[in-house]
């Protein structure tokens, strides 16, 4: 065995050497890969790549904690299996968290319909088309009280992704807990309460930022004092990677938004400790296995590094604990069982990453909410993981990786100069106003989205290894209608028996509470619950006082057309629209909009950003406009076209509504397109309503817009024959 | 059945669709669409000329849209009808563009009484005031009393814009002084009325002081007699100012008009339009009859390549055009 091999700098030396050889002599710069991040990947890590990490060889569960929280981590308990649920109703959503339950998941995880988010009860007209979609509808605590029916609230942690209608749906939980005997105090779980990102990417806001913010800071303050077990907020960059964020602007951003949590509650008089150690993180993990690995590790030491600016005395204070998802854009309609794979592989970087918590993706998702069978799979992938394999055995097993330790680090470094730029913006409140976040996030999708479409990017069975025949799968089907309808009887049984007049007086001492400075919001909300005041009077209450956001919208040019690799493509489209634009008198005019409380806008900005460097003049709808205000806006404005960007399936009740009124204007010569998250089998539906065009989620920006092209053009055909 | 008879009766009835139809053909670039455009601006032009017409300028992020919206919805309580017309840059690059004005006059937007038309630029700034004035025109004839005309502020837009409209105002950040802004001396005096916009929070301070220092400087400056143009400050975001600024315009409107003076600007405005479309005319009229030939690009072509001076190129295009009329002018009427 003696000197039977080199190693450190020989060695070295002796791999370039043989590394050349393999790829005949071309130079070995081209096997490292610039990421999205900015960042180079090598083909090779050495030891000499450790030099200068400050963290190496630390201990899970010891500051800075990028090795774990925790000492033992999975060796001896698990990760939470945490799968995000809610169907339409109550009453079918409780029958699903018990099954669950039943089935081995330790914790559940409601999902709310956008009405509610937004702080709307299913009575209110501009929701028609939100109710019971992308989870349950939640009007009054007796709604609260059938989701929760037989779930022993002192034992089961609940989580409940919500951020506009925190204050009516945290007062709800409790009320509801309380009417089944369970004490606040004894309430574990979590609220999402992370309003900055919405105004960042999700935009399911109620009120301007100011006034949110304050928010926030009464539901830390409450919490801190009566919920000793609750988490007050889950900061989350989930939704930021959604948008289309790389991993270090979602990082950067997502503790920057926690950041600014902190000061806010501090500025409250709170003391550091009293609140910190109960803030938890949310992080997306997607396909870029190694970076969504290092991602977690540079988190948790990220953390505890701008902590200490607070300097907090119990260690727990800078310790970063978080949920993960796998990621729902990288689901794709085509070949869909691919996605299971895909899941797998995101899980797994999750787990490796060290996270608290998992929610795994049904295969299914990319076109609706997931059946009973779809939702077993995605629990099992995680159960497979735990029970099946001997992946929990150790802690940190990258821990220690040349590249990984060097991956994580250099993360930490770009993360840092991105924080630099939203300091210098003096905060996030601040940066967010500007705009230039967004932008940031927006410029990122659209790299990724060029990158995509020219083919740069691989997907398989997307923009690669096509399957021809389409693969039906069942999906669950909403019928939002009646789903409305059951809503609104509740709300009017609940109305007739409350005593009003008691009611009324909660409602107004919520409103002196909001204008006043002092007040805890949350206190008052459970209070308006307790006398039966529905979600949307308690947020129309608080809105008579903050009113409601407006979003302003800018757009990114010149990014998707510049990262889009094949000019061949690109040139013959803009032919197309160059000969159009002669004999049309001008460009072809599309009206982009998103009907609805649906807030997931990303879609939409691509398509525009895209269609807009292609030569179409490109108006923007404002978000969560009725069937009635998009058509106001594409009469006027006397585009060509509307393209509906939808997420949520609410196009089933609010596009052939929008046809319609096109119709009673005079305006039937406008063509409509749809584009977005479509089961296939809706397809015919929509058509028959007069849509000219349906695109699916996966379809090139230039291929949209040739189509595009084709569905003005036939549409004008077929009015003159008319 | 005529298409312009048919568009210009229902514009005149207030209808919506008509009137944003007839818009289309107004910037359409296609010669039919010019002939019927300007078919129904002749059946409608006796019925313009009725509304108070307010051009409203300023840096980008100045906080036009957020003004216009404020200042509109004020209007709107007192049952004005209100059409906004605004220019949006096309990308010079790829020739496209991202009209987001109604994202930012959201509520304005859903009014009944309220008209918001965005217009691309198309790369040509003079073209759009040729266009938005009578686009003006139509909105007039279909009942609107109230017309904005918000331009983005690079210079050029900003005469274009002044040059059809009754009063013309503009925008200003409070926290920058007229060089930082890329406001050129010239246009500040076009301006009517001044407003330091976002005067709100710890800008207030600033906002105020910037009034007092524009105030100052602009009494140094010429202007129409009987009217000082006013510096105001307000605020959108704590709805501050707008009805100090809705009564100014109103003001200058009325002092002009009973002066007189409202009468002689907009006829100087309709002889300089009249000026105006006979050199766009004349080239558009060239370009429409000697495009197919070679004639245009040669000429063109020879004064790129430095052969012949411009003003000679077009003499002799003219020059070739007289000596053979005769022939022109039977091939045109085939």
Request: aromatic share 6%; glycine share 8%.
């Amino acid at each position: 065995m003696k000197q039977s091999f080199k190693s450190g700098r020989l060695g070295y030396d002796l791999w370039v050497k043989d590394a050349s050889a393999d790829i005949k002599g071309s130079p070995l710069e081209q096997l490292t890969r610039q990421t999205p991040e900015g960042l180079s990947l090598k083909p090779l890590y050495t030891a000499a790549d450790l030099q200068g990490i400050p963290f190496l060889d630390t201990m899970p569960g010891q500051p800075p904690f990028t090795r774990g929280p925790r000492a033992t981590m999975y060796t001896f308990r698990p990760w939470t299996i945490r799968q995000y649920a809610g169907f339409s109703t109550a009453e079918e959503s409780n029958k699903f968290y018990r099954n669950a339950l039943a089935a081995g998941q330790k914790g559940l995880s409601v999902a709310f319909d956008l009405a509610t988010h937004r702080g709307y009860d299913s009575d209110n007209l501009r929701v028609v088309g939100d109710v019971g979609k992308a989870g349950v509808a939640i009007d009054t605590v007796d709604d609260m009280k059938i989701l929760f029916d037989q779930i022993p609230l002192d034992q089961m942690s609940v989580s409940m992704t919500m951020n506009g209608a925190v204050l009516p749906i945290l007062a709800g939980y409790i009320v509801a807990a309380e009417e089944q005997g369970v004490s606040q105090d004894k309430l574990t779980g979590t609220i999402q309460n992370d309003i900055l990102k919405e105004y960042l990417v999700r935009n399911t806001y109620i009120y301007p930022p100011k006034p949110s913010m304050r928010i926030v800071g009464d539901i830390i303050e409450y919490t801190s004092q009566f919920m000793p077990n609750y988490n007050s907020i889950s900061i989350s960059g989930y939704h930021i990677q959604e948008a289309g964020a790389d991993a270090a602007l979602e990082l950067a951003y997502t503790l920057a938004d926690g950041i600014e949590y902190v000061k806010a509650a501090i500025a409250r008089g709170q003391d550091v400790d009293s609140f910190a150690p109960r803030l938890s993180f949310f992080f997306a993990v997607g396909m870029n296995f190694y970076m969504e690995i290092a991602k977690l590790r540079a988190a948790r030491t990220l953390w505890w590094e701008l902590m200490q600016q607070f300097a907090p005395k119990n260690p727990k204070s800078s310790m970063l604990r978080t949920h993960c998802q796998t990621s729902g854009w990288t689901l794709t309609e085509q070949d869909p069982y691919n996605n299971m794979v895909r899941t797998t592989i995101e899980a797994m970087a999750a787990v490796l990453g060290g996270t608290q918590s998992l929610h795994t993706n049904s295969f299914d998702e990319a076109v609706s909410l997931p059946t009973k069978t779809s939702s077993r799979i995605a629990r099992n992938t995680q159960l497979i993981i735990q029970e099946e394999t001997d992946i929990t055995h150790t802690v940190d097993p990258f821990g220690g990786s040349y590249f990984m330790e060097k991956l994580t680090f250099d993360l930490i470094n770009r993360a840092k100069e991105i924080l630099q730029e939203i300091d210098a913006a003096g905060g996030m409140v601040e940066a967010i106003q500007s705009g230039l976040p967004k932008l940031r996030i927006e410029e990122s999708a659209a790299q990724k989205q060029a990158g995509i479409d020219s083919g740069a990017n691989i997907i398989v069975g997307v923009n690669k290894y096509r399957v021809q025949e389409a693969s039906e799968i069942d999906v669950l089907d909403i019928d939002n209608t009646a789903v409305r309808e059951a809503q609104i009887k509740r709300i009017k049984a609940v109305k007739a028996t409350r005593d009003s007049k008691a009611t009324e007086q909660a409602l107004n001492a919520l409103k002196d509470a909001a204008a006043s400075d002092s007040a805890n919001l949350l206190a008052y909300a459970i209070e308006c619950m307790r006398k039966r005041a529905t979600v949307g009077e308690i947020s129309d209450a608080i809105a008579e006082i903050y009113g409601r956001h407006t979003a302003t919208t800018q757009a990114v040019s010149n990014v998707y057309i510049n990262n889009y690799k094949d000019s061949g493509v690109i040139d013959d489209v803009k032919q197309q629209i160059a000969e159009f634009t002669i004999e049309e008198g001008r460009r072809p005019r599309i009206l982009v909009v998103k009907l609805g409380q649906d807030g997931h806008d990303r879609g939409a900005k691509v398509i525009a950003t895209g269609f807009a460097d292609l030569g179409f003049d490109v108006d923007i709808g404002p978000l969560f406009q009725t069937p009635e205000e998009a058509a106001k806006q594409a009469i006027e404005n006397d585009v060509h076209v509307i393209g509906v960007s939808t997420q949520v399936a609410g196009h089933k009740t609010l596009v052939p509504q929008l046809i319609k009124v096109l119709q009673i204007h005079d305006a039937h010569e406008i063509a409509v397109v749809v584009g977005g998250i479509i089961p296939t089998r809706d397809y015919a539906e929509l058509k028959k309503a007069g849509v000219v065009s349906v695109f699916g989620p996966g379809t090139p920006i230039p291929e949209c817009a040739a189509q595009v092209l084709q569905a003005i053009k036939s549409k004008q055909k077929s009015e003159i024959a008319k | 059945m005529n298409v312009a008879f048919d568009l210009a009766e229902k514009i005149l009835a207030g209808q919506r669709r008509a009137l944003a139809k007839a818009i289309t053909l107004i910037e359409s670039t296609k010669h039919a669409d010019r002939l019927i455009a300007e078919e129904i601006l002749t059946r409608i032009i006796p019925h313009t000329g009725n509304s108070i017409r307010l051009g409203i300028s300023g840096v980008p992020g100045v906080g036009k849209s957020t003004l216009i919206e404020a200042l509109g919805k004020y209007l709107l309580q007192y049952n004005k009808r209100l059409a906004v017309l605004t220019i949006d840059p096309s990308s010079p690059v790829t020739g496209g563009s991202i009209l987001g004005d109604k994202t930012r006059m959201e509520s304005l937007a859903r009014e009944e009484n309220a008209f918001i038309r965005p217009s691309p630029t198309n790369g040509n700034l003079g073209g759009v005031g040729r266009r938005t004035r009578e686009t003006m025109l139509a909105c007039e004839a279909a009942g609107f009393d109230f017309i904005i005309v918000e331009t983005v502020g690079v210079g050029q837009s900003e005469v274009a814009a002044a040059s059809m409209v009754d009063v013309f105002m503009m925008l200003q950040l409070p926290n920058a002084g007229d060089e930082l802004q890329g406001i050129k001396k010239g246009i500040l005096e076009l301006a009517d009325i001044l407003v330091i916009t976002k005067a709100d929070g710890q800008q207030k301070q600033m906002a105020e002081h910037a009034r007092l220092e524009q105030q100052r400087a602009l009494h140094l400056t010429r202007h129409e007699n009987n009217w000082k143009p006013p510096v105001l400050t307000a605020s959108a975001l704590e709805d501050k100012g707008i009805a100090q600024i809705f009564e100014s315009v109103d003001e200058c409107h009325r002092i002009k008009q009973s002066s007189g003076q409202l009468q002689l600007k907009r006829q100087a405005q309709a002889r300089a339009w009249f000026e105006q479309e006979l050199v766009e005319g004349a080239k558009d009229w060239l370009v429409h009859h000697l495009g197919s030939s070679h004639q245009l690009a040669d000429a063109e072509s020879d004064v790129i390549g430095g052969r012949i001076p411009a003003s000679a190129a077009v003499r002799h295009i003219f020059d070739q055009l007289l000596s053979g009329a005769e022939s022109t002018t039977k091939k045109i009427r085939r």
